[in-house]
């Protein structure tokens, strides 16, 4: 196996305005997530969370350290979120062993010194997508399955934003110390998600598109709602959102996507709205 990683800085939005496509790709797009018996990171300083994922076909995959933890194990001093897009998947933390199916998510708390992941089927095999942040405490480690999430209804046919939200790692549902993690699925027939928009600056997130069909691609908007631009993404690909920007897109069809969230606070109601009509 091999752990792939990179790391990202922050930025400001008065520089940001400047930059033009290829540097908004470089700075907020993550282009790849899923290879073979890999662990691909990308760490952004925009609250220290580390994006990433694990596919593992032929192995096992082992969750390391990376050099820039200076950590001896990688849970040390974080927590992590884990969402299977995949296969069936098994994780093993210290030994105790999950099974987590198709959309399911399991939470591994601080101090886990092990955590190994597995597909059931190398054929079919698990897509593990992950989120981890700081955490000042060992929370315990819990798979949280589509059952258990918090659901909301939003959106309409009428506007072409009808989506049901799935809250997974919310603070109704698991103790995290910052982290939440859900997953928002677009109605057939409905392209806009996040609308309308929001900017939370006491958090940040970051927004991993799938199910996003062959040929088919969504647009993300960023930015403040006053200097907005877009990035396309196409299936699997995350992009970050840093604390000043609204996070929202548009499909060429219908698609799904995971939100993650780190920092002030853990109120996912806690947004500032902007509506349509104000966006520039
Ligand atoms: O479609 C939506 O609306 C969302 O999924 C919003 C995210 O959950 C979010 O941005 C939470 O802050
Ligand atoms: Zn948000």
């Known amino acids: 196996m091999t752990t792939k990683y990179e790391e990202r800085y922050a930025h400001n939005p008065r520089d940001y305005a400047g930059y033009g496509t290829e540097r908004l790709r470089g700075e907020f797009l993550v282009p790849t997530l899923f290879e073979a018996d890999t662990v691909r990171l990308t760490y952004t300083h925009v609250d220290r969370m580390i994006v990433g994922g694990i596919m593992p076909v032929k192995e096992t995959v082992l969750l390391e350290s990376v050099d820039a933890l200076r ?3 990688f849970l040390e001093r974080r927590e992590l979120g884990l969402i ?3 296969g069936a998947g098994k994780v093993e933390v210290d030994g105790t062993l999950f099974d987590i199916d198709h959309k399911e998510a399991i939470y591994v708390g601080r101090g886990s010194r092990e955590v190994k992941i597995s597909s059931s089927d190398s054929a079919n095999p ?7 942040t700081p955490a000042h405490h060992a929370y315990p480690t819990r798979k949280v399955g589509q059952n258990d999430a918090n659901v909301l209804e939003l959106g309409s046919g009428e506007t072409c934003n009808q989506r049901v939200i799935r809250q997974l790692l919310v603070k109704d549902v698991i103790e995290t110390c910052q982290l939440q993690m859900g997953m928002t699925e677009l109605a057939p027939g409905s392209v806009w998600n996040t609308m309308p928009a929001h900017t939370h600056s006491r958090r940040m997130e970051a927004y991993m598109y799938f199910n996003v ?5 969504v647009c993300h908007f960023m930015g403040p709602p006053d200097e907005t631009r877009h990035i396309f993404l196409h299936n699997e690909q995350a ?6 920007s609204l996070h929202s897109g548009v499909g060429t069809s219908n698609y799904t996507f995971i939100w993650g969230m ?7 109601a806690d947004m500032d709205h902007v509506q349509p009509h104000q966006l520039r």
């Open 126 to 132: 698990a897509k593990f997508y992950l989120n981890s």
């Open 262 to 268: 780190a920092g002030e606070n853990l109120d996912y």
């Open 71 to 73: 950590a001896e194990y």
């Open 84 to 86: 299977n897009i995949g």
């Open 213 to 217: 069909p062959e040929g088919q691609t």
């Open 239 to 244: 992009v970050i959102s840093p604390t000043w």
